[in-house]
């Protein structure tokens, strides 16, 4: 999903650096693109557990996750709490 809307983006021009480019500026800052649409995954899901009451499922799908035990597991390495702990803990 987010890939190939990346992939898009560079072939309609919309992004000003080729793939390869875009690929070493994140290596260099030691990121990857997957850790980069990890984070953004997961700064979404926090959005969406703190403002919404979508159960773990339809946010696990609305953010294309396999499962939602990639999700959790994503959710925790990211912030170290699973995402009902943080919901818990950001809403009450």
């Known amino acids: ?6 992939r898009s983006g560079f072939q309609q021009g919309h992004l ?3 793939p390869r480019t875009f690929q070493r500026r994140l290596s260099r ?5 997957r ?4 984070g953004v ?3 979404l899901a926090q959005t969406m557990l703190r403002n919404s009451s ?3 499922s339809e946010i696990s799908a609305s953010l294309a996750y396999a499962e939602l035990s990639v999700l959790s597991r994503s959710f925790k390495r990211n912030t170290g709490l699973s995402p009902s702990v943080w919901r818990v803990s950001a809403c009450g």
């Open 29 to 33: 800052s030691n990121y990857s693109f």
């Open 35 to 38: 850790k980069l649409l990890d």
């Open 41 to 43: 995954r997961v700064e």
């Open 1 to 6: 999903m987010t890939q190939a809307r990346v």
């Open 54 to 56: 979508a159960s773990m």
């Open 16 to 18: 000003s650096l080729t």
